[in-house]
């Protein structure tokens, strides 16, 4: 049985027109509303939640760097346009990218020493941000939050 609290959010007026339908737009909208949440987060730092991921990425990649279709393989959220979200990352001086010598039509991007300064600055926020906001739901329902995701996405991965 449902509490009807999406469907106040959104003003909707009609039921649903199924359970999935409901599930579907509650996984949007919570999505949402956390994405909006971390963007907050991000904001003293001027940095979009797509940038922070490929730092975050281009971070754990160490010096060996990546090329960019392996960063959008790795992206939360996939960009179309990877190469203009390294352009601007590129542009502040938080990335660099250079020619692979082994493959020169790779192109490897590594971050800077100022964009790990700029992940510094942000990790004791980044990693708040999860326990102020699901903290309250308990670990065992977050545990069978994320059973079910990774169901979700198994059935719909490509």
Not at 6 to 20: C, D, G, N
Not at 29 to 41: F, I, K, P, Q
Not at 52 to 65: K, S
Not at 110 to 120: D, P, Q, V, W
Request: charged content about 35%; aromatic content about 2%.
């Amino acid at each position: 049985m449902t509490t009807g609290r999406l469907r106040r959010e959104i003003k909707q007026t009609k039921p649903f027109a199924s359970v999935e339908e409901e599930a579907l737009l509650g996984l949007q909208r919570t999505a949402d509303v956390l994405e909006r949440g971390m963007s907050e987060v991000l904001k003293p730092a001027g940095l979009s939640t797509a940038q922070y991921n490929v730092l975050r990425i281009l971070r754990g990649a160490g010096d060996t760097g990546l090329a960019c279709g392996e960063i959008g393989e790795r992206m939360i959220h996939r960009d179309p346009d990877t190469t203009r979200l390294l352009d601007r990352l590129e542009a502040r001086g938080l990335i660099t990218r250079e020619r692979d010598r082994r493959d020169r039509r790779v192109i490897v991007t590594r971050i800077t020493a100022e964009g790990l300064a700029s992940l510094k600055r942000l990790d004791a926020a980044v990693a708040d941000y999860p326990r102020r906001r699901l903290g309250h739901v308990g670990v065992e329902r977050l545990r069978a939050l994320v059973r079910v995701l990774d169901q979700i996405r198994a059935e719909g991965a490509e």
